[in-house]
């Protein structure tokens, strides 16, 4: 029997409603499509697809959820990384209005799938985008604008007075409440969506790291104990890949952002950090994001290590961040601390494509990919079904490697970041 791969030390993994382990993979067995990787991509693609009527296999090299998707802050944040004003530009408009129209989508199937499934993973309605200086409240306001054009109502602007309601902190000026953003227990969420799946006859294989994926018309996808032959493959690996498809590796790079969660809070402590229980994301370069979670317990996350990995003392990097937006929680224990790697890309859109007629790749959502991932998935089992429209258009954009190649790319995007966190610092 192969040793088990233990979950991260996250407070999510902590409070997950299912411990079962899943076999790994001993055998030859064939699968109308095999998703490589049990996150939101893979588990996501996998649930459309069994709805649908496939035989689906997800092999996972460690655990249900143990990359980004077990580890997030929990905030389904509507449309992508960069907005679609920036597809527009760069596309043009039939484009933009392409993807636009499904840049909201994420978040419902999430709603839907909750209530279908009856799902606990403590969902909460609202997000807010914090504004720090002017330019960032002229944004966010332009940002309302735009997405309203797309469609999206429940936007709404918050002043300096209308911010200081919704967050006990005095570091904004305001702010941009997204009424249908929302936060989740994510890794419930996930193992909510595996239990679905799982009920429709789909089969999860923990430790079962994919070592090889032959590129043939049916594809062979090796692990060291056992082998899936599919009519489809999904590559849904995303940060945790390891060069497993180089060329895809090439054009995207993990990153790392940190989280706490403090000690449960006493019930009047808790609500008086965000009255009305959403959750927050500030407007700078390096966010922050945060929210109570539905122990009362905050839940802060910061920063970005460029390349992925932690720093030293998660704890010692994320306490400073947030005093200074709550200084009235000085000093409060933490009971977990982790981290975790995201995909970025240069231009901050999602990869969608094909490594061959058969062998699908979804990847870089670039730090928002809770609603994202939904969508996707969504997306690729309307492709495997022949109705590939909507996931062609997201492989019309172009994407390109990082400058500096391989060994220059995490300081030179390092750079460009503290250049960006200065503009932020000073408001310009
Ligand atoms: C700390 C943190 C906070 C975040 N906060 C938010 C947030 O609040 N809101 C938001 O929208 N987004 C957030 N994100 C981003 C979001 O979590 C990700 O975009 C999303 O979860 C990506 O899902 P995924 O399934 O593509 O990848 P992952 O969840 O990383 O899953 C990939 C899986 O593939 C497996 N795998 C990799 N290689 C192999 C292999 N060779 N064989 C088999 N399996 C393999 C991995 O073990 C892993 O389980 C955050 C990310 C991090 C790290």
Known sequence: MTERTPHTGSYYAATRHDENDRPSLQDHIEAD??????????????????????????????????????????????????????????????????????????????????????????????????????????????????????????????NQDGIREQINSNVYVGGLLDHTGAHIHPLNLLLGEVAAFESLGGVVYEDSKVTEVVRTD????????????????LMAGNAYMSGLIPELAAKSMPCGTQIV???????????SLIPNGHCVEDCNYKLDYYRVTGDNRLLYGGGVTYGGGDPASIENFIRGHL????PQLRGVKFDYAWGGDFLLTMSRLPQFGRLTPSIY????????????THLAGRLVAEAMKGHAERFDAFGQLKHFPFPGGRLFRVPYTAVGAVYYGLRDKLGI
């Open 323 to 326: 005093e200074n937006t709550f």
């Open 218 to 233: 049916a594809p062979v996808v090796k692990t060291a104990h056992g082998q899936v032959t599919a009519k489809y493959v």
């Open 261 to 271: 969660t403090t000690e449960v809070l006493p019930d009047d402590v808790a609500e």
């Open 33 to 158: 499509v095999c998703i490589v990787g049990a996150g939101f991509t893979g588990i996501s693609s996998a649930l459309h697809l069994a709805e649908a009527g496939f035989k689906v296999v997800v092999l996972e090299a460690a655990r249900i959820g143990f990359g980004a998707s077990g580890r997030n802050g929990g905030q389904l944040v509507n449309s992508y990384s960069r907005d679609i004003d920036t597809i527009e530009r760069n596309y043009g408009a039939e484009l933009g209005k392409a993807l636009g129209d499904m840049a909201f989508e994420g978040g419902n199937i999430i709603r839907e799938r909750i209530e279908k499934y009856n799902i606990d993973c403590d969902y909460k309605p609202g997000g807010i985008f914090a504004a720090f200086n002017k330019k960032q409240m002229l944004e966010l306001t332009e940002q309302k604008a735009l997405w309203e054009r797309y469609g999206h109502t429940g936007l709404e602007l918050l």
């Open 361 to 372: 790749y979804v990847q870089g959502y670039s730090g928002h990919g809770v609603t994202t």
